[in-house]
């Protein structure tokens, strides 16, 4: 891995695989936790669930569809961005189906605060 801060983002879109949401429901405290560390790095610029629909509770993950996750991150290589999924529990776990994940390079046109 380079020494230096990547410049390239990389989309993310990683499905869970079927009937995962059990566990991911078990181990989101944990991927939840394990994300300060990764914040930290400073390679971690967005991420979260992606849902099949608008959940019923915003509030109450139990009540959402999961469908995946959606990430930017900060990496040389496309390489270097699955090496990044595979250390998350999602993956460990097998909530993530990182064999099936979209990874593009991504060159933002606009980005506005939300």
Request: aromatic share 10%.
């Amino acid at each position: 891995m380079a020494t230096s801060t990547p410049t390239t983002e990389w989309l993310v879109v990683v499905p869970d695989k079927p009937n995962a949401l059990a566990k991911r429901l078990e181990v989101r405290p944990t991927h939840f936790a394990n994300l300060e560390a990764v914040t930290k790095t400073g390679r971690l610029k967005f991420g979260g669930a992606i849902l099949n629909d608008k959940p019923t509770d915003p509030a109450d993950p139990k009540t959402y569809d999961f469908a995946g996750s959606s990430i930017i991150y900060l990496a040389d290589t496309k390489q270097e961005v699955t090496d990044f999924l595979k250390q998350d529990i999602y993956y460990e776990t097998g909530v993530w189906d990182v064999d099936n994940a979209q990874i593009y390079a991504l060159r933002t046109a606009v980005r506005l605060p939300l």
